[in-house]
């Protein structure tokens, strides 16, 4: 084969290199020809410099390591073109160091080869020493000077023969600067024409392709932006895979993985997918023996693993990190260390300690004064959804409100940094995160009394309130349309049976909102009274001649005796058994009642019993419907009930269709029967969804049992 170094212009050499650092092919047959031929200076040079590089976009750093070695130190060359392949290899050296976080080094490397740059007349060796100055400025958090230094790079460029992979790579060190500087747009901008430049069809270089791509996802998982992350990412996997580029496949992984976590935290999703895929780049760094990436992915599983609340792997995997970290002298990947170290300790509490507190504002601190607000954000953030988990480990206890209220303070300052590097995307996202965090601290201050849960009861359902108010005037609509051919008195007595229904359904509501505004106190119209009466008209107030297949029973003993509110009590059953009514005799079809379909048939059934207790009288409402979603049940807790439906209701969660008719109705009604001094609750015993695996093919399967207990007649006669 021709020699593909035959030349002895220096420029042409520069440009011969070139070609083959873009052909993996090219370089392996050079490399091996190399071997083969006489051991002159030059030829020497040249077989450990491209043996080096290989080695490095292979990431085997213990031959990378070994072929720099072999190469002659800086003024030990006979020749240009050999101290041409000795600058090339400083530079080699410095990338290495500076992918390594060793930035002293990196530095002096660098600064080692723009004093040898100087005596050559390739510009393109000048530009690359000012490119990886600009690295490592800006990986030390000097932002302007990196950026200077990369924009005197194109200026070198442009006095010297055109060459787009220099312009490529100096477009990369502008990006890089404005990236960790928290200029997302710019960076942005810089690092497209960069990829543009790289894949350039004259001469395209896949791996800065690549590079320049994933700086580009990770800027935009920085900035929010998740979308564009996943795409990004998906274009840079088959080009990985086509050159068989390690290092770049782990940092795919590395970076789909902290996506999958963040989702975990916020939709609630399992956090699993995110510890297999930082499993898979770390299993991809170590095969490249790269000391970084394996440090960062054992970081990103000590995060993971805490958060899954299995600390004890979390703190191997972090142990694991800090040692890959010794070499490191970059004081950024120090203090988020440190700060995922943390995150583990306090995973493992339910409450901080104050040295804890310490350790993050210290680091938090860091990034303050380095002015690093990618990394400020990011930790801003980590720290407020540990105070926020906290805050939910100590619900119902003083603490729990100062924990919410640092964790807003923490997501404050997020917003405002996010906002200081125009990244829209993740500014909309902190702040539904604030917003989350405000409705926590509410929470956690909201008196343990029924007026208290009444108030968040009003401020976070208000448009269901208003939905109720107008559901009732449903029957009476519809009855406008039976009013030709139908009995004169039937249709009063309806209208009448209606009126009632709107009435107490009206009252409920005026004392919600009254209680709510500290208008009026929750009083109750307490007398002992007979049960059975009250039961009667209740029912007859929900059943309707609409739905003449759904059967009515009471099984209420004519003596038993109750001392409560009767306006209360009976606005109690109707809202209960209108949502019955609503459900019963529905999902004939499974599929079609998961997509919130329900086609009332025949036998649908729905009874009211009661039975006297030591000093209280429980009355059971029992269907023969779907059955109460799981995550509604606990009505014993009216606060987690709202809490629950508060996230459905913002869609934070999946939103199930099947949740609807299981409306503030209940909570209200664990509220009445709370201030009565009962209780309420769903019998999970007797209480069977439709798509619950025991019980799907039997008879009767499905339905919904709720208890409440009101204090007995008899206790409180005078």
Not at 47 to 60: D, E, I, M, P, W
Request: hydrophobic share 40%; net charge negative.
């Amino acid at each position: 084969m021709p020699d593909p170094l035959d030349t002895t212009d220096v420029h042409e050499l520069h440009e011969l290199v070139r070609q083959l650092q873009s052909s993996r092919s090219k370089l392996d047959d050079t490399i091996a020809d190399l071997e083969t031929q006489p051991c002159e200076d030059f030829r020497t040079a040249a077989l450990h410099y491209l043996a080096a590089y290989q080695s490095y976009r292979l990431g085997t750093p213990e031959e990378l390591e070994g072929h720099l070695q072999a190469l002659p130190g800086p003024g030990g060359a006979s020749d240009k073109l050999t101290d041409y392949f000795i600058q090339r290899g400083l530079a080699l050296q410095a990338r290495h160091f500076w992918r390594l976080g060793n930035l002293p080094v990196a530095l002096r490397h660098a600064k080692m080869l723009q004093g040898l740059a100087d005596t050559c007349d390739v510009h393109a060796v000048k530009a690359e020493a000012l490119c990886l100055i600009s690295l490592v400025y800006a990986a030390s958090c000097k932002w302007s000077d990196a950026a200077e230094i990369a924009l005197l790079a194109m200026a070198a460029l442009r006095r010297g023969q055109e060459d787009a992979l220099g312009e490529a790579a100096a477009w990369f060190a502008l990006g890089h600067a404005d990236f960790n500087a928290g200029k997302f747009g710019p960076a942005g901008s810089h690092l497209d024409t960069s990829f543009s430049l790289y894949s350039d069809s004259r001469l395209p270089d896949i791996y800065g392709q690549i590079e320049a791509r994933l700086l580009s996802a990770h800027l935009c998982y920085s900035g929010g932006d998740y979308e564009d992350h996943d795409r990004l990412l998906a274009t840079i996997e088959p080009l990985c895979a086509a050159s068989k580029y390690l290092r770049g496949s782990g940092k795919v992984s590395r970076y789909r993985g902290k996506l999958a976590l963040r989702r975990a935290r916020v939709e609630g999703v399992s956090w699993e997918p995110a510890r297999d895929l930082f499993q898979k780049s770390l299993e991809e760094f170590t095969e490249v023996n790269d000391p970084a990436g394996m440090a960062k992915s054992h970081l990103s599983l000590a995060r993971a693993f805490a958060f899954g609340g299995d600390t004890g792997i979390a703190r191997t995997h972090y142990e694991m990190a800090k040692k890959g970290f010794l070499t490191c002298d970059d004081a950024v990947r120090h203090a988020m260390a440190s700060i995922t170290e943390g995150l583990v300790d306090g995973r493992e509490e339910s409450r901080p300690s104050r040295e804890l507190e310490e350790v993050f504002e210290q680091n938090i601190q860091v990034f303050r004064s380095l002015g690093d607000r990618r990394h400020l954000s990011a930790a801003l953030y980590d720290v407020a959804m540990l105070y926020r988990w906290w805050g939910d480990e100590t619900q119902g206890t003083a603490e729990s409100m100062g924990y919410s209220e640092t964790a807003a303070h923490y997501i404050r300052e997020a917003i405002d940094t996010a906002s200081a590097m125009q990244a829209e995307h993740l500014v909309r996202r902190f702040k539904e995160e604030a917003r989350l965090t405000a409705l926590q601290a509410k929470w956690s201050a909201a008196v343990l009394t029924s007026a208290g849960r009444i108030r968040l009861l009003v401020e976070f359902f208000a448009h269901d309130l208003l939905k109720q108010s107008l559901a009732v005037w449903d029957p009476l609509t519809h009855l406008g349309a039976k009013i030709k051919g139908s009995p004169h008195e039937e249709m009063i007595s309806e209208i009448e049976k209606q009126a009632e229904v709107l009435r107490l359904r009206s009252q409920g509501l005026e004392k919600l909102w009254g209680v709510s505004e500290f208008k009026t106190d929750w009083v109750l119209d307490r007398r002992v009274t007979r049960l059975l009466p009250i039961v009667t008209e209740a029912v007859a107030m929900v059943a309707t001649r609409d739905q003449p297949k759904v059967t009515f029973l009471t099984d209420v003993p004519p003596g038993l005796s109750i001392f409560a509110d009767c306006d209360q009590l009976k606005c109690v059953l109707v809202n209960l058994l209108t949502s019955a009514r609503l459900f019963v005799g529905a999902a004939v079809d499974v599929t079609e009642f998961s997509k919130g379909q329900m086609n009332l048939c025949a036998e649908g059934r729905i009874s009211v019993c009661a039975e006297k207790q030591e000093g209280a009288v429980r009355i059971t409402v029992r269907d023969n419907g779907p059955g109460m979603p799981h995550e509604l049940r606990n009505l014993d807790e009216p606060l987690a009930v709202m809490k629950h439906m508060a996230d459905h209701h913002h869609g934070l969660k999946s939103g199930k269709k099947d949740l609807r008719g299981y409306d503030i109705s209940y909570i209200y009604c664990c509220l009445v029967v709370e201030e009565h001094g009962g209780e309420m609750w769903v019998d999970e015993e007797e209480t069977r969804r439709f798509d619950d695996d025991d019980r799907r093919d039997s008879d009767n399967a499905y339905g919904t049992v709720i208890h409440f207990t009101l204090p007995d007649g008899p206790g409180h006669m005078e």
